[in-house]
């Protein structure tokens, strides 16, 4: 317990909470701008023990008894983590610009969402979780359009709500296939009886032969389905059954892109040639491609890019073929990339067919145009169908977004970072390479995997916590309240780190 002006005594959380509160309304207070400063966070890494330190060993010995933890880096301690900085159980304090792998859009213990917690009907919103596709709360379509909707993709006026990035992409897929059975029969809403008996055993006509093209170093989730549509790493697929279905690769730039303009068109070229060619072979072989799924930014694959004119062409190509373009926006979607959403950056001739979402929208789900919205109840369903507790944590997200122009300070935050890594992959040019990404969701490439592992431990060591993607590539993934000065902080640890490599 401790004491507080006037002599009343608060409870530990209830005190970390006031203070955090009374630095809020204190900052508030001086100016508006500066909202996006997190409170109270540190002014700087501070490291004690190794880490893993002890606390987190021993924790890790516990859970190591009922689950594998060849995974787990460190245990948190979520109470004290603030703003921009994760502190350990060990009370090593980093500054994170991995932010849960890109989840966490305005940092740990923002005032705003906690704030959203103090309501009594926002915590009978978590408490009673209703299995939304029956039960749906009153308030439900409204939040939905404040919220969700207020922040839709241009063109996308429908949505559906899901868990996590893996089941928006599974149920996706579905809406996809049940639109592509629709537009062929003409309708939905009748099916014969052989379709109805033979869907059963798994046979056509009931379930078609059909496929999506995806790419290669494309992730797109874990379960069975978008796991047919992963290609980023054996690790997520071996063992496990697969659809036959189309992978394409994805263009392979060289950089610096303004030093190779035409090879990378020329690339550009191959690669739609490809799709056109496998969309005609599996056209062929009796399985058309309902679909093409892509990331805007490949980023488990290792954050590999593709030009705006590749997307536009990607979707000329699709439309061509009859095939729907689904733009899997999971972990570019929130604002990293500067814009709420990174496909926006491509000036597309007319928006995707779905826009599918998570990671820093707090829940899952995915934007649809209208004729992709099935027309038949219990065709894409689940229990829960996202969780309005979120959408309490997304609305205070989306409020501070728009509010303190969050979107602005990514993009000065991401220029400062960007050109630092320009500057430090000039100085030590044998050891990093091809520095590349939009607003904050930035990469660049190490040597080899070994050194990139040996970067990302040593990061750490410094109080960094960084992560890594794809075989050689250190990926950046700030909060959107990441701010030039912690840039600073990033890239004087990076200097050092380079600096220090044998």
């Known amino acids: ?117 103090d309501n009594p009907h926002n915590i009978k919103s978590v408490v009673n979780r209703p299995a939304l596709g029956v039960f749906p709360g009153a308030d439900w379509p409204k939040k939905l359009k404040s919220v969700l909707m207020s922040v839709a993709p241009p063109g996308m006026p429908c949505l559906n709500t899901m868990m996590c990035g893996s089941c928006s992409n599974e149920n996706a897929f579905k809406n996809i296939f049940i639109w592509y059975q629709r537009t062929k029969r003409g309708k939905e809403m009748t099916f014969t009886p052989d379709e109805m008996e033979s869907c059963m055993l798994n046979m056509p006509p009931g379930s078609p032969s059909l496929s999506l093209l995806s790419f290669k170093g494309a992730f797109h989730g874990r379960t069975l389905g978008a796991l047919s549509t992963t290609r980023s790493k054996h690790i997520h697929k071996i063992d496990v059954p697969a659809f036959d279905w189309p992978v394409a690769s994805f263009p392979v730039y060289k950089y610096p892109l303004e030093e190779n303009v035409r090879e990378n068109e020329a690339e550009d070229r191959r690669c739609l040639a490809e799709v056109e060619d496998l969309i005609e072979k599996y056209k062929k072989r009796g399985s058309p491609v309902a679909g093409i799924v892509v990331e805007p930014i490949q980023s488990e694959g290792g954050d590999n890019e593709a030009s705006p004119k590749f997307f536009q062409e990607l979707q000329r190509i699709a439309k061509k073929h009859g095939s729907a373009l689904l733009v899997d926006e999971v972990q570019t979607g929130g604002g990293p990339t500067g814009k709420m959403w990174c496909h926006e950056h491509f000036n597309l001739d007319s928006p995707p067919d779905i826009i599918t979402f998570s990671k820093k929208m707090q829940l899952g789900g995915y934007y ?55 500057q430090l992959q000039k100085e030590f040019p044998a050891l990093i390479n091809s520095a590349r990404g939009r607003g904050t969701f930035l990469a660049i490439n190490c040597s080899d995997t070994k050194l990139r592992d040996d970067v990302v431990a040593r990061l750490r060591k410094k109080g960094i916590q960084s992560g890594g993607c794809g075989e050689i590539a250190v990926r950046l993934r700030p909060a959107l309240i990441f701010q030039e000065h912690h840039a600073d902080i990033f890239l004087d640890r990076f200097r050092q780190v380079l600096a220090e490599t044998k």
């Open 1 to 117: 317990m401790a004491k507080i002006g006037t002599g009343r005594m608060l409870p530990l959380m209830k005190l970390n909470r006031f203070y955090a509160r009374q630095l809020w309304n204190a900052v508030n207070q001086t100016s508006r701008s500066a909202t996006t400063l997190a409170v109270g966070e540190p002014t700087g890494p501070s490291v004690k023990t190794d880490i893993p330190g002890p606390k987190s060993k021993q924790l890790m010995d516990e859970l190591s008894e009922l689950q594998l933890t060849a995974s787990v880096q460190l245990f948190a301690d979520y109470d004290r983590s603030q703003g921009n900085y994760l502190v350990d159980v060990d009370g090593n304090t980093l500054l994170d610009v991995y932010m849960q792998i890109s989840s966490m859009p305005l940092g740990y213990n923002h005032p705003d969402m906690l704030k959203s917690m």
């Open 368 to 422: 649809m145009k209208p004729e992709f919205k099935p027309q038949l109840g219990y065709r894409v369903f689940n229990t829960w169908m996202g969780d309005p507790g979120k959408l309490v944590l997304l609305q205070s997200v989306v409020e501070v977004i728009k509010r303190d122009n969050l979107l602005d300070v990514v993009q000065k935050s991401g220029k400062k970072l960007q050109q630092g890594l320009y």
